[in-house]
């Protein structure tokens, strides 16, 4: 039987989850080199030094973010695929799922380009394992699309559709008239589509 979490656990579990926002926030706008402790503790209302009760280091709390969303992609993709069992089936609904990713994780997608050399040698490794692993179940789902196609090749593919999807939501910010998040979405997910079945 399940235990409920009190009062002061839920209280825990949300200023972690809030510093973790805060920290993919700060962490894209400036880098990670350039946020404090105590940056991280005023954007949730804490000291610096009480940052410490949730995460053991500003490198732990960036491993946190690198490694949690390399498990999320994997596990939300193995979980589309569980739903699906038709090969383009499960191509749309992959494209669908790594575009909200992209459209909700924008900050995270940031950190991940520019600070993944500042993780422990352990984290850095686990994420690449695990990204590995989500590439992988693109390219199986790709071999029932294409199966004159090598491996090798189906991989180029899915790594050029997540360059294309993951760099729209950041860069469209920008714009002076930038197209509504419906539209943006429904743009990515045809020309990844396209894209992938050229």
Do not use: C
Not at 47 to 64: E, I, M, T
Not at 128 to 157: C, F, K, N, S
Not at 169 to 180: E, I, N
């Amino acid at each position: 039987m399940a235990t409920v979490p009190t009062d002061r656990e839920r209280a825990k579990s949300d200023r972690q989850s809030a510093l973790l926002r805060a920290a993919a926030r700060l962490f894209a706008e400036r880098g990670f080199a350039g946020v404090s402790l105590e940056d991280l503790g005023a954007a949730v209302g804490v000291s610096g030094p009480a940052v410490y009760r949730h995460f053991a280091s500003k490198q732990a709390l960036l491993a946190a973010i690198l490694v949690g969303v390399s498990e999320r992609l994997r596990d939300g993709g193995t979980a589309v695929l569980e739903r699906e069992t038709d090969a383009t089936a499960r191509l749309d609904a992959l494209i669908r799922f790594h575009v909200d990713f992209a459209l909700t994780d924008a900050d995270v997608i940031r950190v991940q380009d520019r600070d993944l050399a500042s993780l422990a040698d352990a984290d850095r490794h686990r994420v690449r394992r695990l990204q590995r692993e989500y590439v992988e179940l693109w390219v199986g789902v790709l071999r029932g699309i294409h199966p004159q196609r090598t491996d090798a090749d189906l991989r180029v593919r899915a790594h050029a559709v997540f360059g294309l999807i993951n760099s729209t939501p950041h860069s469209v910010r920008g714009l002076r008239a930038a197209p509504a998040e419906a539209e943006v979405r429904a743009t990515l997910e045809q020309l990844a589509s396209a894209a992938l079945r050229a």
